[in-house]
């Protein structure tokens, strides 16, 4: 991973991180949000990968069910956030859609991916912070505007 603060001022700091071969995604991009104590930050990326695991949460079972990809997929969008979660480290949220060779469409909470060959990745923080709070009727920790 290499990376690139691209501005810095009223209250924001952009950058620019780029992803290598092999490198596993949202490892990475969580020691990088971590390591800098991003606590509201907004994240978007374009690339490829050579295979990710992808996830649909449902409500019923109140978990993920999980989408193996074993083949290389473009980037077609990957947005996100990061906020801090309740027990105080940021937490990243990646929703992924991955552009498949026969042309189809496959997305959903990007649960992790193998990056090949680059993926190019935006985050642009805001000094302000975002918490998520556990919410036990659907499972799941969400943005709490109120925090």
């Known amino acids: ?12 700091r952009i950058f620019v991180v780029i992803l290598a071969p092999e490198e596993a995604v949202v ?4 020691r990088f949000v971590q390591k800098r ?24 079972r109140q978990d993920y ?4 990809l074993d083949e290389q997929c473009e980037v077609l969008s990957l947005l996100g956030d990061c906020a801090l979660g309740e027990e105080g480290s940021p937490i990243l949220h990646l929703h992924v859609v991955l552009g498949m ?5 496959k997305g959903g909470h990007l649960i992790e991916a193998l990056v ?19 919410r036990p009727e659907f499972g799941i920790a969400l943005i709490d505007p109120r925090k």
């Open 1 to 12: 991973m290499q990376f690139k603060l691209l501005g810095e001022g009223a209250g924001q």
């Open 27 to 30: 490892a990475t991009l969580t």
């Open 37 to 60: 104590d991003l606590t509201a930050a907004s994240v978007t990326a374009i690339g490829a990968f050579r295979r990710a695991t992808l996830g649909f949460f449902d409500l019923e």
């Open 65 to 68: 069910h999980r989408i193996e």
């Open 101 to 105: 060779r026969n042309g189809e469409a």
């Open 116 to 134: 090949r060959p680059t993926l190019e990745v935006m985050i642009k923080e805001n000094t302000s912070t975002m918490v998520r709070t556990y």
